[in-house]
């Protein structure tokens, strides 16, 4: 229901709404609705009861805090106020059938929404001038927000960042100027590159106590050490996961990706714009390979959680099927059994049985002997080595630099906070001030211990020898590790190492896919 409403004073709502940031910020539109509003009661001798305002969020949809809770309050028995009064119906909802859900759910309350500019009565004739209003109002929104969307996919063309909050890593900056815009760019943030470039670290080699970090483990050990988000919280798997698959990192950052439904938009839309390399490519590429890798969606499912080291590998030798565990004496014994056999299914397969234990340990020794022979080790540990000196070389210097800038940055800021301290600006007592030092503090100790490792890295740059200890070490570890039963470290070297592994009846052919 709409209209002006009856001689008797009705208690007034008034809801505010601009469309843009730019808009609220420059506080163009809110007082100009205010005035209207406040002078519109006055006029009619209505109470204002409450005034509500959505600043830089647009009408298309709900999502406006403000306006959630104007409907909350409109929808309570007994509602606080008798009239909802926007400037226009578009400042309320631009959409059609979204603003008649509204006006209907507000009328079975008793609560009538009223525009100021577009005032309508209750009679069929006054509803079709407000729906036939409603639709123009949603039309030149959807046409307004074409014209944005071109005017920002050009901007992107010409290699310019649109407004949003930039990625971790990096910091907006000021390019040009073209009369009174300001044309901006994407730089790296010195603050927090080097939470980035750990995180890839830890997904490619670990912290050089673990191999390869997974991303929950990656949080686990960010959020222990204390090493906080851009503005001071925990992580979560999303945003490790997110950062980890991020092609702005390696100096493509891709613009109109999805549509406003969140659905991916085709590849002649998306717009790639170049900035500032953080991640070689080669580290991002073997960092997406490791991913894939742990994807369950790519792997056998019984390989992922099964703990014992043959299951979705092999293959029983009469009918190629897989064989599983099966078990026997109430589970003391356990064998891999062919699943047709095991379905009886004994037309095509009269099925092996061969206990898991003997076997796991069979092929184990088996990969031991041929992966862990002495001169093969010695030849991969030197080119890991010789890997990551050049790595060294190359990044070494720049990454020292940068992480000189972050470590003078970090003190800059502590010593701004304790002087905004000492002149009583920032009260010491402030829970949200402590938790801000203790991230710089610990930004500050951690970029050293960076420095002074990376420094002490750099100088012992030279020539790469692997001794006889350390390659003697590697392969007691790891064939220690191929024996230990339960361990996905032997599942997951057996899937690498094995293309195809058969079972007869008295004896196992494995297929390698390496040398």
């Not at 406006?64 to 106020?81: D, K, N, T, V, Y």
């Not at 979560?236 to 991020?246: C, D, K, M």
């Not at 009886?344 to 022979?373: F, K, N, S, Y």
């Not at 002074?452 to 890295?457: D, G, K, N, T």
């Amino acid at each position: 229901m709409t209209g002006v409403g009856s001689s008797a004073a009705q208690r007034v709502a008034l809801y505010l709404r601009v469309s843009t940031t730019r808009q609220a910020q420059h506080d163009v539109s809110i007082p100009d609705q205010r005035q209207q509003g406040e002078a519109w009661c006055a006029a009619h001798r209505h109470q204002l009861v409450d005034t509500l305002v959505d600043a830089g969020v647009s009408a298309t949809s709900d999502r406006r805090p403000e306006f959630q809770r104007l409907i909350e309050a409109a929808s309570g028995r007994p509602a606080p106020f008798d009239v909802i009064l926007v400037h226009s119906f578009s400042r309320f909802f631009r959409d059609h059938f979204e603003l008649e859900f509204y006006i209907r759910k507000l009328a079975r309350n008793g609560v009538k929404l009223i525009s100021i500019t577009q005032a309508v009565g209750d009679d069929p004739m006054h509803v079709m001038m407000r729906r036939v209003m409603t639709l123009f109002d949603e039309y030149q929104s959807r046409e307004n927000g074409k014209h944005t969307l071109r005017a920002m996919k050009e901007n992107a063309r010409q290699g310019f960042w649109n407004g949003a909050l930039p990625p971790i890593g990096y910091r907006i900056v000021e390019a040009e100027k073209r009369g009174a815009k300001v044309k901006k760019t994407l730089a790296i943030d010195p603050m927090h590159a080097d939470t980035v470039r750990m995180i890839y670290r830890l997904a490619l080699s670990g912290d050089g106590t673990t191999g390869p970090m997974g991303v929950k483990a990656i949080v686990g050990y960010l959020n222990d050490r204390r090493i906080f988000t851009r503005d001071g919280g925990r992580w979560g798997v999303g945003q490790i996961h997110a950062i980890l698959t991020r092609t702005t990192y390696v100096g493509e950052h891709r613009f109109n990706r999805r549509g406003k439904d969140r659905v991916r938009n085709a590849d002649d839309e998306v717009i790639t714009v170049a900035v500032p390399t953080l991640i070689d490519q080669a580290t991002f590429d073997a960092v997406q390979t490791l991913l894939r890798d742990r994807n369950p969606k790519t792997l056998v499912p019984h390989l992922i959680s099964s703990p014992n080291m043959l299951t979705g590998l092999l293959h029983c030798a009469q009918c190629s099927g897989l064989m599983t565990m099966r078990t026997g004496k109430a589970g003391r014994y356990r064998y891999y059994a062919c699943q047709k056999a095991a379905r009886t299914d004994t037309a095509r397969c009269t099925g092996i049985a061969i206990p898991i234990d003997a076997l796991d340990t069979l092929v184990a020794q088996h990969m031991i002997g041929r992966l862990l022979e002495r001169k093969r080790i010695e030849a991969i540990l030197t080119m890991i080595l010789q890997r990551r000196q050049a790595q060294i070389a190359r990044d070494g210097a720049g990454r020292l630099d940068e992480l000189n800038r972050c470590a003078e940055e970090a003190m800059l800021r502590l010593q701004r906070l304790r002087k905004a301290i000492e002149i009583g600006a920032l009260d010491l007592e402030d829970p949200s001030l402590q938790e801000r030092l203790a991230s710089l503090r610990s930004l500050r100790a951690r970029t050293a211990e960076e420095i002074a490792s990376l420094q002490a890295e750099l100088d012992r740059s030279g020539a790469v020898t692997v001794s006889a200890s350390m390659l003697s070490a590697v392969i007691e570890t790891a064939g220690q590790r191929l024996l230990e039963r339960g361990d996905g470290f032997r599942r997951g070297y057996a899937s690498a190492f094995a293309g195809r592994i058969v079972a007869e009846a008295d004896k196992v052919r494995v297929t390698c896919t390496q040398s």
